[in-house]
């Protein structure tokens, strides 16, 4: 059964420090991964989706890099500003896991502060 | 246009009542989700409907009733809920079947509908 873990739960920065957020899962055989950003109390926003065969994806002052063969991913945050405060959620989906359309598997997410 | 409309955006109801949440794309996707959240944790599956049929069902309880009466709507029909059901009930919406090569499996999510009963 896969599982996603993301690290730190919770993560505080000062404004302009470059960061880095942390996902892990335990089966390779994913379809894809996407990294999510959700506001309290808000819908889930894509931000950068990295297909199996894909090593990293890069939009903006964010970059994320897969290993599959580790098990792992990174979000990496650029020059980060108050406006990135929010949560970040990691999911998986496999090809092989719920029927035909493969059910996403996230992870609990981190909780990024960013302080002026 | 990557949006999935949601209404309402919140819902306050009593455990008698019959309300339903709505779900809108016009991306053409063939594929459409629902998830429940609670506070502080991550979404999870409940339902998906592919090409119009329910495809999984999450063993959830009989009082949540979902519909999909063509490839762009999709509704949750409520009955009957408890107060633990409150939460934030998000739809999603991808392309139709995942090993076509064109098909990149990302999921659009909307903004939420926040259920509380009462």
């Known amino acids: 059964k896969q599982e996603v873990t993301q690290i730190p739960a919770a993560l505080s920065v000062p404004e302009g420090e470059n960061l880095v957020l942390n996902c892990s899962f335990t089966d390779s055989a994913i379809y894809n991964l996407q990294w999510f950003r959700q506001d309290p109390g808000k819908g889930l926003t894509s931000l950068l989706l990295?297909?199996?065969?894909?090593r990293e994806q890069t939009s903006g002052r964010l970059n994320a890099s897969l290993d599959k063969s580790s098990g792992r991913s990174t979000l990496y945050i650029a020059a980060s500003q108050p406006g990135d405060s929010a949560t970040y959620l990691c999911?998986?989906?496999?090809?092989?896991?719920?029927?035909?359309?493969?059910?996403?598997?996230f992870g609990k997410g981190t909780k990024l502060s960013v302080k002026p | 246009d990557t949006e999935v409309t949601q209404t309402p955006k919140h819902l306050v109801m009593g455990m008698t009542n019959k309300k339903s949440l709505k779900c809108e794309q016009h991306?053409?996707?063939?594929?459409m989700y629902w998830y429940k959240q609670k506070a502080k944790k991550p979404p999870e599956l409940m339902f998906v409907?592919?090409?119009?049929?329910?495809?999984i069902n999450e063993s959830v309880p009989s009082r949540f009733s979902p519909e999909c009466p063509n490839s762009s709507l999709l509704n949750l029909h409520l009955h009957a809920l408890q107060p633990e059901d409150s939460a934030l009930y998000l739809c999603a919406s991808s392309q139709g079947i995942l090993r076509r090569s064109s098909n990149t499996g990302e999921l659009f999510f909307g903004e939420g509908s926040r259920l509380t009963v009462l």
């Open positions: 409907y592919s090409y119009e049929k329910l495809s």
């Open positions: 991306m053409g996707h063939r594929a």
């Open positions: 999911a998986v989906r496999g090809g092989n896991y719920g029927g035909s359309q493969g059910n996403l598997i």
């Open positions: 990295i297909q199996s065969s894909q």
